[in-house]
């Protein structure tokens, strides 16, 4: 009797003293649903951060294609690379896709889809295609970068796809072969444009969508653009799937003008700025330099391509000491680099210097040489491509016909070093087509001449000397130390399919 | 000798709460023979304390007896020419013989040895150390006599077991502690503070960055606020049996601190006065080299300014590999400002500078101010202190002050007394030193880059009058605005005087309660303990620095409270006494933060307010935090004769930051204390005088912080109008369970010879299970961590203590005290999924892995021939290996200290050794510093002029993809390198460079002290001590850079990020008793 009492009373005291508790662990400050076109604005802003970082890009590829060359702590240029631009290059990606993913989670769920479409978002199926293309667009930064990544498909349920894995979980991934990202990526891109091409006239997510307003139209060619690409890129690979995308790719519709391209216009409001803005203006430093390698060409110097290009003035401002364009010679050591005063090189131009500059994923011109190259490098193609990246930098009429004409024939050298012009900002294709096509074929190797001539009074000879790899450009960049600690053997099951973790170690997509 | 002190604290204490209630045992002996008297009488202390509950027997009559009451009192029949015994706790016993009728007043004298030491426990109950079956150990206040800004830190070698890595100091930086070692992987491992019963938050205001070493300043965590001259002792309870009983905060351990209370009985009012000044200087500076100047190659520019020419410096460059320091006649960065004529133009030679970067330093200076006023009658007591502390710290422009009153009272009556106590702190900083990589700290902007022959006198004018800084490392020569831009480094001046942090914390905390004693063995309590704090930073970037103008306003209000009820009965029958307590507490827990801060750059210089940018940003932290724990809990204590005690306890906690299905959690604990020197058998021993074993198990439960469960998203910054939201970067679990720890501990505790030699020795035993663990996942899984309810921790270790107390007479005394703690740490199980967790990644790899010991720092190792040499590159410098490789654990192998106590008539004299062996530190300072070629040894052995042929062979190294690699065709390394490439190899090649060993001996404290004792003036006694602290580094087995440094109380240890090194001080304090 007396014990059912004190249990009743203990039962009591049990139910009142847990009920002070609840309810009160309810975060007041996030909330728990969010509408997808907040998540897009967000995945597409952070997918071109971290592909345009200032330690990805500007301290990476852009070093690497040598269109910029450090002024000060140079050891980037000579290829010196700190693992944590691997850590917050892969992380920023991967958290990317994982917003990516959600909004296609929150198109497929019965539970939230209908939600999904309100406002004006769109329906579910071109709200789901459109995070395809950015997740393909995400992995290619990704695989190109370092090789075989853990690898997610919307389409494909291959079990070697192990990224984002969250239900059941996976917290360390696999990751997938180069050959089978590729061969997916195309798939993707392929299914994507075809679900939106039916729904053309719509827009999705509306203005939210920052690269094109929500035009499903526009998203289709940028698909189907982005599949000559990677097509190829794998042409030597597999003929077979190069003309089967190509073909598809072309008859679906890609870019036909500048008015198409993929661009991300950044804000003039901080913190939205640009990153190089960010990277200079806000950081106040004068790192980057235009390369001596790239201002030569551009000034007709180099015997490849002897013609002025007026796209110059665009891309670098004259050195403020003398008024004239000053390439710096590209990845002297620090004590040489000294002796090259910021005041006396030409940095960055002030289009591409913008706080609100776009950052281009795709263009026109890219487009057009991707064709010239697959009509076996045609000259029309070709003409077209240098005139829409002419036009694109806003070049005078007159001055693009001037250079139109004094244009050397379409070659695969003259192409692919067009394509290399073209490029400039677009770090991580250039090193890339670089990799694949060993154009443009001046880049500076080690023992190579850098700089040869009078410094305070003594005659000097730099040479290019990098302090990590085998001389060349680099192949990738190191895996994240971080997946070293947490994905230990996948990682290392990944260096024996692969190589070493070195830079120059050769990606399968680019081995010859 | 700061027993007395405790005892009289612990007195009062028990008569203001009551917690002890007597039953009075006496048996009316009947008169047989002779003339019965009934004899009454007060019993106090030297003090004139009221002692209550001590035991009067006949002597010869073990049947007969009594217990004085609350106020010291009693009342016993005897017979004449019987002898009166009184014996209590902590006393020597006291006979009288039984002459007359008259009162008999007696005055007991307190027992000097600790056997009977009355420690105060859980709940705040005081109880015999004897009877306790787990390890406590006790440190006066005194022992808090060099009242450093941040009192825990005085802590340091005085308990075994207890760990302190200090920040130093005066500015109150970091201070964290661990008791028994590392039992939460990501969680918090400090113990919990109570100060009077209130449980005192010790938030870690750093952030993470700071947390990790790679930028910010150290504002340290809040249990600073204590008040050194507030503290009356420190009780350590070191593990969980100990602490079972306060929750979930206690895993652990707990650090009760009790506050001094009035003190004698008399009814006049007491006054103590105490004022004290401390010098401070920085020391154990990494040493710079001498020799060559800076810039970046070893020859000057020249150039031609009207029409004369000059050798000018490579101003931009912040490394120090530039021309030899040889007197040639340069420009320096002062003579290129028309505004300075003398200097204008004017080539000085290129030496190294008469006031190189110890001048910036200054002599830190900090005087405290103590008043206390306490009064006492036998029914109530009360006391009032008031603390002003006045600190000008070691750089420029920094300074901190504090204002502390601490006001305690009580009233007690036959049924209801009633208590409180309430503190009110005031905590002010400016110019708070930074750590790490920040522009703003003088470590960076010195030790790790920065020119060595950059003369700070001159550097001290650092603002031209139109409000531009002058800077060293500006952009080139030219007289332009352009080019008087600071380059890299601001001038540290002009980041002290102008970019510099101000804080500012209100605090008050304390209780209030009363007591209930309905019938005399029974008690109920009920009180309310606060602690509420207001924090607000404004930190600033000032328009013209190096880095973009920034202003940011960070406030955090806090508030805790906690409803406690506890009923406590005390009964003894004959041999058995028994001691049960049953309580209810409520926590609820309010923490509000605001973050927020100009973004884009300010836009008019010299103005500090969110209003001058053109938008701000908010940042994610901001918001309300709330939290509630309700608990009940119970325990009973047994005791039989002196010899055999048991304790159980058992608490249930609800949590509300853990699912509603899962938030309840039940915890006990089991010790038991056997005194088996009351046997029989060890009676007669002369040997030994007393002796006990104890035993104990617990298990504590934790829970997490709030709302780790549901998936939530956060906010961006608005793009173009568009709201931006993402998901977090950390996965939620709306599964967790609460944590578990588990620990067993035995002990021993001897006293030999009469108390000459003491010995107390504790083996522990503790696994955590279930831990709450924020696991760092592959960032491919989309979240970039876990958290999960995962992993098994085991810790442990032996702890001694050995005091040996050779001189015991009325003019010397000497006390020698060993502490030794030895604690092993191994992450048994993490998850199903992974092995290996990662704490930090910042500046260095820092793990904890499955089969090792927590805090592993990994990175890239050297390269080794099977001949044991290590393998050099094409280059000729040091081969890295392709994978990470374990480098060292930081945590300790053991720790040790001794600590004398000699006292000559009113002479005392102390000194503290304290060390660490071994365990690992990564340093960042190093790191940069050897890149730059500011370090000593970059110009050491003429390395500069003839380069150097690094110990080692050549060979073939393939790499395997397991992270093995194979050596072949070796030969002996001939290729000699210059200075910088061998320097930069340490910054970019094997990180094994940049990893040291973290032994030190260090003569922590040294005090001597005096007292006047003034019997016929106004003031009774005089105390002065003198006092040094860090004042000698006996040993370390780092030679570049002191080992002993934090970057924050956080887990992330042993990682070195630019701190300043603990500083030397002294000082000396004046104490008033009128």
């Known amino acids: ?512 | 000798m700061f027993e007395l002190n405790y005892k009289k604290v612990m007195l009062n204490f028990r008569k203001l709460k009551l917690l002890l209630l007597f039953t009075v045992l006496t048996l009316f002996v009947s008169a047989q023979t002779g003339d019965i008297y009934t004899i009454k009488g007060h019993v106090t202390d030297a003090g004139g304390t009221d002692l209550p509950g001590v035991t009067i027997q006949v002597k010869g009559n073990a049947q007969s007896g009594t217990l004085t009451d609350i106020d010291g009192h009693y009342s016993i029949s005897v017979k004449k020419n019987e002898i009166l015994i009184f014996s209590y706790l902590g006393f020597e016993t006291h006979q009288v013989e039984v002459l007359s009728n008259k009162p008999i007043d007696v005055v007991l004298k307190e027992n000097s040895t600790e056997l009977d030491e009355v420690v105060v426990t859980s709940l705040n109950i005081p109880r015999e150390k004897k009877a306790l079956g787990y390890a406590v150990q006790a440190v006066s206040g005194k022992a808090l006599e060099t009242r450093p800004t941040n009192a825990l830190s005085a802590l340091s070698g005085k308990i075994s077991g207890l760990q302190v890595i200090s920040s130093g100091g005066n500015m109150g930086g970091s201070s964290r502690v661990t008791l028994r070692g590392i039992n939460s992987i990501t969680g918090n491992n400090q113990p919990l503070y109570i100060i009077d019963g209130v449980p005192l938050d010790n938030t870690d205001m750093n952030t993470s960055s700071t947390i990790n070493g790679s930028a910010g300043k150290d504002v340290g965590s809040t249990i600073q606020d204590i008040n050194p001259d507030d503290i009356a002792d420190i009780n350590v309870l070191k593990g969980p049996s100990a602490a079972a009983l306060y929750g979930t905060r206690a895993a652990n351990g707990v650090i009760l601190i009790t506050t001094k209370k009035g003190s004698s009985n008399t009814d006049r009012l007491d006054i103590q006065v105490n004022t004290g000044i401390e010098l401070e200087n920085v020391v154990r500076l990494p040493k710079r080299q001498k020799l060559y100047g800076g810039g970046y190659s070893t020859s000057f520019q020249k150039v031609t300014i009207d029409g004369k020419e000059y050798n000018v410096v490579d101003y931009a460059a912040d490394e120090s590999w530039g021309p030899k320091l040889d007197g040639t006649p340069v420009l320096h960065w002062y003579n290129l400002d028309p505004e300075y004529a003398n200097d204008y133009l004017n080539p000085e030679p290129w030496v190294y500078p008469k006031n190189d970067v110890t001048d910036f330093f200054r002599t830190g200076v900090s005087n405290t101010n103590n008043i206390a006023f306490s009064k006492n009658s036998s029914s109530s007591a009360f006391r009032v202190s008031f603390t002003n502390k006045n600190v000008k710290g070691t750089v420029p422009n920094s300074s901190l002050s504090r204002n502390a009153v601490n006001i305690s009272g009580s009233t007690k009556g036959d049924l209801v007394s009633f208590f409180g106590n309430v503190n009110y702190i005031n905590n002010k900083s400016t110019g708070r030193p930074w750590t790490g990589a920040s522009n703003r700290n003088i470590i960076l902007e010195a030790y790790q880059w920065g020119q060595v022959q950059v003369d700070y006198k001159r550097l001290s004018e650092y603002k031209r009058a139109d409000g531009t800084p002058r800077a060293w490392n500006r952009t080139s020569w030219e007289n332009t605005t352009a080019a008087e831009k600071t380059k890299y480094i601001d001038n540290p001046y002009w980041s002290a005087y102008e970019s510099y942090l101000k804080e500012n914390r209100d605090r008050l905390y304390g209780n209030i309660g009363l007591v209930i004693t309905p019938t005399k063995w029974l008690s109920l309590t009920g009180r309310i303990n606060g602690d509420v704090y207001q924090y607000n930073s404004q930190d600033r970037i000032a328009y013209y620095s190096r880095s973009q103008s920034m202003y940011q306003e960070y406030s955090q209000k806090f508030d805790e409270f906690n409803y406690e009820f506890l009923a406590t009965s005390n009964n003894r029958w004959g041999d058995h006494s028994l001691i049960a307590n049953l309580g209810a507490n409520y926590m609820r827990r309010n923490r509000r933060v605001s973050d927020i801060q100009t973004s884009g750059g300010l836009m008019i210089p010299a103005y500090y307010s969110l209003n001058n940018a053109s938008s701000v940003i908010i940042n994610p932290s901001t918001g309300l935090y709330k939290k509630a724990i309700s608990s009940v809990y119970g325990s009973v204590s047994y005791g039989w004769k002196s010899m055999l005690y048991l304790d159980g306890t058992i608490r249930n906690d609800w949590s509300s930051t853990l699912p509603t299905d899962n938030n309840s959690f039940l915890y006990p604990s089991l010790t038991s204390s056997f005194v088996f020197t009351e046997l029989p058998a060890f009676k007669d021993q002369n040997w030994l005088s007393f002796g006990k074993v104890r035993l104990g198990w617990a298990e504590v439960g934790n829970d997490t912080d709030p709302y780790q469960l549901y998936k939530t998203y956060e906010a961006l910054n608005a793009f173009e109008g568009n709201i931006s939201y993402t998901l977090s970067d950390k996965l939620n679990n709306p599964n967790l369970k609460p944590e578990i720890t588990s620990s067993w501990e035995a002990g021993l505790q001897l006293q030999l010879f009469n108390n000459l030699i003491g010995l107390d020795v504790t083996y522990y035993n503790n696994n955590s299970r279930n831990q709450i663990i924020q696991l760092p996942t592959s960032d491919a899984f989309g979240y970039s961590y876990k958290l999960i309810n995962a992993g098994k921790i085991n810790n442990k270790g032996i702890e001694a203590t050995l005091t040996v107390n050779p001189i015991r007479q009325k003019d010397w005394d000497w006390t020698a005290i060993a502490n030794f703690s030895k604690n092993s740490n191994k992450i048994i199980k993490l998850s199903d999924a992974v092995n290996t967790l990662q704490l930090s990644n910042t500046l260095v790899s820092l793990v904890a892995q499955e089969g090792e010991s927590y805090g592993q720092i990994k990175g890239y190792d050297f390269v080794y021939a099977p001949d044991g040499k290590k393998v050099v590159n094409s280059d000729g410098v040091y081969m890295r290996t392709d994978q990470f490789a374990s480098l060292g654990s930081v945590l300790p192998d053991f720790l040790w200290s001794f600590q004398n106590q000699l006292r000559y008539k009113d002479f005392t004299f102390g000194f503290l050794i304290d060390s660490r062996v071994g365990g690992k530190f990564f340093s960042q300072t190093y790191k940069v510093g050897m890149y730059s070629g500011i370090l000593e040894s970059t110009a050491a052995n003429n390395i500069r002029e003839d380069g150097i042929v690094l110990d080692g062979v050549t060979g073939n190294v393939v790499f395997n993809a397991d992270g093995t690699y194979t050596v072949s065709n070796t030969a002996t390394n001939d290729k000699r390198v210059t200075a910088q490439a061998w320097a930069q190899n340490q910054y970019n090649g094997p990180t094994a460079y940049t990893v040291f060993d973290a032994t030190f001996i260090k003569l922590r404290e040294l005090t001597l002290g005096y007292t006047f004792n003034l019997p016929k003036w106004k003031v009774k006694s005089i105390n002065v001590t003198a006092y040094a602290r860090n004042l000698w580094n006996i040993y370390t087995k780092s030679k570049d850079i002191d080992p002993e440094l934090t970057n924050s109380s956080g887990n992330v240890q042993g990682i070195e990020g630019g701190n300043l090194p603990t500083p030397v001080t002294y000082g000396i304090n004046l104490g008033f008793k009128f």
């Not at chain 1, 009509?375 to 005139?387: E, I, P």
């Open chain 1, 1 to 512: 009797m007396k014990i059912n009492k004190l249990y009743i009373l203990g039962l009591f005291a049990s139910v009142l003293l847990s009920s002070c508790v609840d309810d009160i662990n309810e975060d007041p400050n996030r909330p728990t649903s969010v509408p997808t076109t907040s998540l897009i604005t967000s995945a597409e802003k952070l997918l071109i951060d971290n592909l345009r970082s200032e330690q990805a890009s500007l301290r990476g590829s852009m070093l690497f294609v040598q269109y910029f060359s450090q002024n000060t702590y140079t050891t980037q240029s000579r290829y010196d690379i700190p693992f944590s631009y691997s850590d917050d290059y892969w992380k920023g990606l991967y958290k990317t896709l994982n917003n990516l993913e959600e909004v296609v989670k929150l198109n497929t769920d019965p539970l939230t889809k209908d939600v999904a479409t309100a406002n004006g978002a769109g329906r579910n199926a071109t709200q789901i295609a459109i995070s395809r293309i950015l997740k393909s667009y995400a992995f290619y930064a990704l695989t190109d970068v370092f090789g075989n990544i853990p690898y997610q498909s919307y389409g494909n349920k291959d079990e070697d796809f192990q990224a984002l894995q969250q239900n059941p979980e996976n917290i360390t991934p696999k990751y997938a072969s180069q050959e089978k990202i590729y061969a997916d990526i195309l798939n993707e891109l392929k299914a994507a444009g075809d679900t939106l091409i039916k729904y053309q006239s719509e827009t999705t997510f509306g203005k939210a969508d920052i690269i094109y307003a929500g035009s499903n139209q526009k998203w289709v060619k940028f698909a189907n653009s982005l599949r000559l690409r990677f097509s190829t890129r794998i042409k030597d690979k597999n003929q077979a799937l190069y003309q089967e995308h190509f073909q598809d790719a072309l008859s679906k519709g890609v870019f036909t003008s500048n008015a198409d391209n993929a661009a991300f216009k950044y804000s003039a409001t901080s913190p939205n700025e640009a990153p190089l803005y960010r990277a200079t203006v806000t950081a106040n430093r004068k790192d980057f330099a235009i390369s001596n390698i790239f201002v030569d060409l551009l000034q007709g110097k180099n015997a490849i391509l002897p013609v002025s290009d007026p796209r110059l003035p665009i891309y670098a401002l004259p050195a403020t000491a003398t008024n004239t364009y000053v390439g710096l010679p590209y990845g002297l050591a620090n004590d040489q680099a000294g002796k090259f005063a910021a005041t006396g090189v030409s940095l960055p131009g002030a289009v591409i210097n913008a706080a609100n500059y776009a950052e281009v994923l795709m263009e026109y011109a890219e487009v057009k040489f991707l064709v010239s190259e697959y009509n076996s490098w045609s000259q029309a193609d070709y003409a077209s491509g240098v005139r829409a990246s002419l036009e694109k930098w806003g070049v005078s009429a007159d001055n693009v016909n001037t250079y139109l004409e004094s244009l050397p024939a379409a070659s695969k050298e003259n192409v692919l070093t067009q394509k290399y012009i073209a490029l400039y900002m677009q770090g991580l294709e250039s090193w890339s087509e670089y990799r694949r096509t060993g154009y443009p074929s001046f880049l500076v190797k080690e023992g190579d001449v850098v700089f040869q001539g009078t410094i305070d009074g003594a005659g000097v000879t730099y040479r290019f000397d990098p302090l990590f790899g085998d001389g060349g450009v680099p192949g990738r960049l190191y895996y994240p130390t971080k997946e070293q600690n947490v994905n230990k053997a996948n990682y290392q099951e990944a260096l024996s399919a692969q190589g070493n973790d070195k830079i120059e170690t050769k990606l399968w997509v680019f081995k010859k």
